[in-house]
């Protein structure tokens, strides 16, 4: 979990996912958590902030159909999130250079 979260904040986060995960049909599964949100917000603030939403979809996207494949969910999750991680700037860019 983010180091960052207050208790409150650490169960809002817990309930809000299991709330989802519920909603989704999706099981309870290890969620690297911590290394989605350092990659999030790395294209929060190094990108645009609305390249976060669509970012996070497309993850997922491409974890899915790695493992519809056949790959481990956990292999392709990584490999996805250091493919992507390779892909964020170093530094913001400036208006210009977006």
């Known amino acids: 979990m983010p180091k960052d979260l207050s208790p409150a904040e650490h169960e809002t986060l817990e309930q809000w996912l299991a709330a989802v995960r519920a909603a989704l049909d999706v099981p ?3 969620l ?6 350092g990659l999030t917000g790395r294209v929060a603030h190094r990108t645009v902030r609305p ?13 899915a159909r790695a493992v519809a ?5 956990h292999d392709a999750l ?12 170093a530094a913001r860019r400036t208006p210009e250079e977006n």
């Open 28 to 30: 309870d599964t290890e």
């Open 69 to 73: 494949a056949g790959e481990e969910e």
């Open 32 to 37: 690297p958590l911590d290394a989605v949100l």
């Open 51 to 63: 390249a976060v939403p669509p970012t996070a979809y497309l993850l997922g996207y491409h974890v």
């Open 78 to 89: 990584r490999r996805a999130l250091r493919t992507v991680g390779d892909l964020v700037p």
